[in-house]
């Protein structure tokens, strides 16, 4: 019962650095979506792929790229890292917009 | 755009019942959707209505919905010390594949 899994669970980069950080889920689901969590402003959609070969745009791309990979996979990117991007990376994916999203675990994103 | 308001902190004492409580601005919301993040983890999906429903009934929980004044609750009975945690409301509109999520509510479960 994997569900939605995230890698890694921790990082801490230093500005300027690169870095990939990895989704992948075993549900068949065809929508993907990555999010941000920041205290005292829930969650907020960077970029979501509703279903395989497409991406778009979510309320805070800035700095931010994705990459569906395939069905299962959905990558997100951050090509030079910033301390306003230290915050917790939520991956979700749901079978279509209406059903409910799962998610992961989470990584948690430390940027000195 | 979409906007969904919550409190951000409610304590209660074990046993009692819980209310949390959200608004939301989008009148074309179609679902509505209750998650539960304890520390360190992602978010479990509770419960979820739909917007032509009133009261959704699950075990301790209960949803209620008033189209009219664009409000949502969840109403947790017999509340558990293992009930502490955030829990967040998020609405997802009729045409868009994305939900817009409360900034969250702590509820703390004191003895």
């Known amino acids: 019962n994997a569900g939605v899994t995230q890698t890694p669970k921790f990082q801490v980069l230093k500005t300027g650095q690169s870095m990939t950080l990895q989704c992948a889920q075993d549900?068949?689901?065809?929508?993907m979506y990555w999010y941000r969590q920041d205290p005292g402003m829930g969650l907020r959609l960077i970029y979501y792929?509703?279903?395989?070969?497409?991406?778009d745009k979510g309320e805070v791309p800035n700095g931010y790229n994705v990459s569906r990979l395939n069905k299962r996979e959905f990558s997100l990117r951050l090509e030079s890292a910033a301390p306003s991007q230290t915050s917790v990376y939520f991956c979700?994916?749901?079978?279509?917009?209406?059903?409910?999203?799962?998610f992961g675990d989470g990584t948690r994103l430390s940027i000195l | 755009g979409e906007d969904v308001e919550q409190s951000l902190f409610l304590s209660v004492r074990e046993g009692d019942s819980s209310v949390i409580n959200c608004t939301y601005t989008?009148?074309?919301?179609?679902?509505l959707y209750w998650y539960k993040q304890e520390p360190g983890a992602g978010l479990q999906l509770l419960t979820y209505?739909?917007?032509?429903?009133d009261m959704k009934q699950d075990q301790r929980l209960t949803v209620l919905l008033n189209k009219k004044d664009k409000h949502l609750s969840l109403r947790i009975a017999d509340t558990q010390t293992g009930d502490s945690a955030i829990y967040f409301c998020?609405?997802?509109?009729?045409?868009?594949?994305?939900?817009?999520f409360g900034t969250g509510t702590r509820l703390q479960v004191t003895l």
């Open positions: 979700a994916s749901t079978t279509h917009g209406n059903q409910p999203q799962h």
């Open positions: 549900m068949n689901h065809n929508s």
């Open positions: 792929s509703a279903s395989e070969g497409t991406t």
């Open positions: 989008d009148s074309s919301s179609t679902y």
């Open positions: 209505i739909f917007s032509n429903m």
């Open positions: 998020a609405e997802k509109d009729g045409t868009a594949s994305k939900l817009t």
